[in-house]
């Protein structure tokens, strides 16, 4: 009831915006007819969520000349990552940009991005996200009402922990901090460690108390929540892939001219692309701060990896059956193709 009440106040809130914003400009200088989208995600402008929510509006806005007018708004404005989900599904928003965790409640195909280790290093995992895993995935999103253009990512999502992890044994027992995924506490559970679903906002008191000693985020996220001056490690696990999709709503765009549709569908790549530079500039210049601070790196260690990745196999039997075989399948088939 909640939920439902929350997406009506979005709608509303899209309504109104749209008549305001069409009684002040329906037409571009040279008549044509303007075209107003809205564009939304769950965090802050200095991230790349939002970096790559900009790059998209400002290259729409570009190269329609105007016909395309964009509305961005960040930090929740228009609900949170559910929120405004389905409001994109109800055609109130155009465009979200977002995390693929939250999406699973929507496209539980998305599970795929949970198999651990899938992917041995970050231009692997690039060339197989703009493959026939995103066509395939394309078609999931597509009967849900909601069109995928493709994913950017924050690079892997790695552990962070005030004891000292060097190989798989060192994992055993150790108190990290998960979100409330199953399949990622399966994950840990079956590495040795002791995962506890702990709400994000509650991440830092929770190092500092001592109530978890470990957790697993992208660099990036480590970096702006201080996370890092609670930890005495940054142990590079590469462990899961941080994407992020760019989704849009069917039922607004397919209304807009065929060649707004294309200049939509470019300026999606050309922003994913320009979205993937900047996480690999970012994370370098996070690292940089990780390292000043006097928290130690523990660089990529692949019989850590493989050791991980070997105790983590039953996933992907487990996730198999929750979304099927072959997309995992393909998934595996695709990593060995862009390996080689």
Not at 114 to 130: Q, S
Request: hydrophobic share 40%; with cysteine.
């Amino acid at each position: 009831m909640k939920k439902s009440i929350k997406v009506l106040l979005i709608g509303m809130m899209t309504i109104l915006m749209l008549f305001v914003s069409c009684s002040k400009s329906g037409e571009t200088d040279s008549g044509e007819k303007v075209y107003t989208v809205y564009l939304a995600c769950d965090s802050p402008e200095d991230t790349v969520t939002y970096i790559l929510l900009d790059k998209f509006a400002s290259l729409m806005e570009e190269k329609s000349n105007g016909r395309i007018k964009a509305r961005r708004y960040a930090n929740a404005k228009l609900g949170g990552d559910i929120e405004i989900t389905e409001a994109l599904q109800h055609g109130n928003i155009t465009f979200v940009v977002q995390n693929t965790a939250p999406q699973v409640n929507f496209v539980p195909e998305l599970g795929v991005f949970d198999l651990p280790m899938a992917f041995p290093n970050i231009e692997v995992a690039r060339k197989v996200l703009d493959g026939p895993l995103l066509d395939k995935l394309k078609e999931y999103h597509a009967k849900q009402n909601i069109k995928l253009y493709g994913y950017a990512d924050q690079g892997f999502r790695e552990m962070t922990s005030n004891k000292k992890i060097e190989k798989i044994e060192d994992l055993k027992g150790v108190k990290i901090r998960t979100m409330s995924n199953p399949n990622h506490i399966e994950f840990w559970k079956a590495v040795g460690a002791n995962p506890t679903p702990m709400n994000f906002g509650e991440l830092y008191i929770g190092l500092q108390q001592g109530v978890v000693v470990a957790q697993e985020n992208p660099i990036e996220t480590t970096v702006a929540a201080k996370l890092y001056e609670q930890q005495k490690y940054v142990i590079t696990t590469n462990h899961i892939i941080h994407a992020l999709s760019l989704i849009g709503s069917p039922a607004i765009i397919d209304k807009f001219p065929e060649d707004l549709q294309q200049i939509i569908d470019e300026s999606a790549k050309e922003a994913i692309e320009y979205a993937r530079k900047v996480a690999d500039e970012r994370a370098e210049g996070r690292l940089k701060i990780v390292r000043d601070s006097g928290t130690e790196i523990i660089e990529f260690n692949q019989q850590l990896y493989d050791d991980m990745k070997a105790a983590g196999q039953p996933l992907y039997d487990s996730i198999s059956k929750k979304i099927g075989k072959d997309l995992v399948d393909l998934l595996t088939e695709e990593v060995k193709k862009a390996s080689n």
